[in-house]
């Protein structure tokens, strides 16, 4: 099948490899790039046995920080695919510490010989901005910075941190994490040396990535929490049961899952930040948020009428 | 008891649900004011339940009875003596209340009238009638034989006995049936249409390529199609009737609004696979 020429001209297009990335104004900003990948911290899985006891291997070594169950979703392909894991939670579930694979570090403390770290944050902007301000004064200047930037732009988030051209945006909601493709979002400070190992980074542990332009809710989360958001308007609007819903999307539109599943497997705090966001950042009607949906990402209430109903 | 089923229009869908009622062992009247139509889809269904029997998903000596079962026609009258009429004609508000006036003069009183559209008010179709409470929505989805599902909208004034045996039958069809109000683009449609929308926004803001976004939604969230494939699929000028169908009913509702790429396609002569361009160039696969 040979594609229509009919292509947006700023945008690159790659599988799995960087083909071209703006880079005008980040030569600008950073007069002297460092050398993202020296020898020492190149991201190769390592043959020598890692210890258990701390963060301290051969092993390039993974800190991922920021939402459960993301944190240990990430966690667990990193260490899956032989790295060094050390990893921090926001807010830490208590139920989730016991069923981790062994090896996988919860440390609060960046360790200094971190390569590459994976900011995963949606919902709690200021924790976000305390992470990344850490996580920028700990880390070598050589280790990239990957965070979650679907409910605030990667480029916004540059402005909290020293080291801008480490940092390049990933979508990150639950239920994306074992997928083999990431949406990768550089910002207008991101070299091509940061766009690379990025991109070796993500075939490492098994993952192509489609770099897309940085705006927030990216591509699914933004198409995703629309189609759940609509869900939940019809649901206030008494148009069909929610069960019914679901059916109509998977059986009749191919779906493969139906929007109140999928709004409960991402969980309806992480659909409600990204809507938010995209209301306030686009600032249309369109995405204003069903008023029920909010409710029951606040009460954790999931499509319960009122007694009034 | 669904004993005559009649069905107006010998398109795709009146075409596949015959098949579906004869198949169930319903007696089928298939109305259309075309003989040529009537023709070709008793030949499409012949062809079809030979492939069934090929698959041995059909006993051979059903073939014949099956085939008899449906009952071509093309005066209206012959078709009033039906338990149901199902109407599968064009997507055309005063051609369906035309239709739905004159079947409800000849047919049955206790006959339920059922139309298959995907977008127009049930309540609007059944406007014109006497007794629009036997009126309602029976909404397949296209492929027929094989999308089980049916949307069965209630309009404004349907009653719950027409309720309830339009459910008894789609079911005796071998149909999931689900219960829905008369609303815009009703559940399905109207539900996956933020998917097209959105898309068509970010290609419009240059987040991505349509390529790009196809990929996403398939690999990342595990769709078989990406929106642009699908749109391509069914026609970029039917999605765009579609959805500015849909928006006019709302009476500009922002979340239904269309998208000026799909007009500037659909103007331009860029189809989709029909007309081998669309957002995908499919000319050498002609």
Known sequence: MKRNKKKPEKNTKTTAKVTKTSSKSTKKEIPKTPSLLTEKHELQKAEVPRSQESCQSDKALVYVVGEAPMVEQYAELCIAHGYDVCISWNEPPSEKQNTLSPGIIISSTVPENTSIAIELTNIDVLAKKKNLEKLAKALPETAPILSSSITITATEQCAWIVGKYRLVGIAALPTFIDKLLVEVAPTIYTPMETLEVVSRFFLTIGKEIEIVQDRVGMVLPRILCRVINEAAFAITEDIAAPDDIDKALTLGMHFPLGPIEWAEQIGLDQVYAVLTALYTDLQEERYRIAPILKQMAMTGVWWKQSLAH | ?286
């Open chain 2, 1 to 286: 008891m669904l004993k005559h089923l009649g069905i107006v229009g010998a398109g795709t869908m009146g075409t596949g649900i015959a098949q579906l009622a004869a198949l169930s062992k319903i007696d089928v009247q298939l109305y259309d004011v075309n003989e040529t139509i009537l023709r070709r889809s008793i030949e499409r269904i012949k062809a079809d339940l030979r492939k069934m029997i090929n698959l041995g998903k059909l006993p051979h000596e059903e073939f014949n009875a099956t085939v008899e079962r449906i009952r071509t026609r093309t005066s209206l009258p012959d078709i009033g003596h039906c338990d149901c009429i199902i109407e599968s004609i064009i997507e055309d508000i005063r051609v369906k209340k035309d239709l739905f006036k004159h079947l409800d003069v000849n047919t049955k009183s206790t006959a339920v009238l059922a139309s298959t559209t995907s977008s127009l008010s049930i309540t609007s179709i059944a406007a014109l009638t006497r007794n629009p409470e036997r009126v309602i929505g029976m909404h397949f989805f296209h492929p027929v034989n094989t999308v089980s599902l049916v949307e069965v909208v209630k309009g404004y004034k349907t009653n719950t006995e027409t309720l309830e045996r339009a459910i008894e039958w789609a079911k005796l069809l071998g149909k999931n049936p689900i219960i829905v109000k008369d609303t815009p683009g009703f559940i399905a449609n109207r539900i996956s249409l933020p998917m097209f929308s959105e898309a068509l926004r970010l290609l419009g803001e240059n987040v991505a390529y349509a390529e790009q976004i196809d990929n996403i939604v398939k690999k990342i969230g595990g769709f078989s199609a990406g929106p642009f494939e699908t749109l391509d699929q069914m026609g970029i000028d039917s999605a765009l009737a579609e959805t500015e169908s849909l928006y006019d009913q709302s009476y500009g509702e922002p979340r239904l609004r269309p998208h000026p790429i799909l007009k500037q396609m659909a103007e331009s002569g860029l189809l989709g696979k029909k007309s081998a361009k669309g957002f995908y160039n499919y000319e050498e696969m002609k």
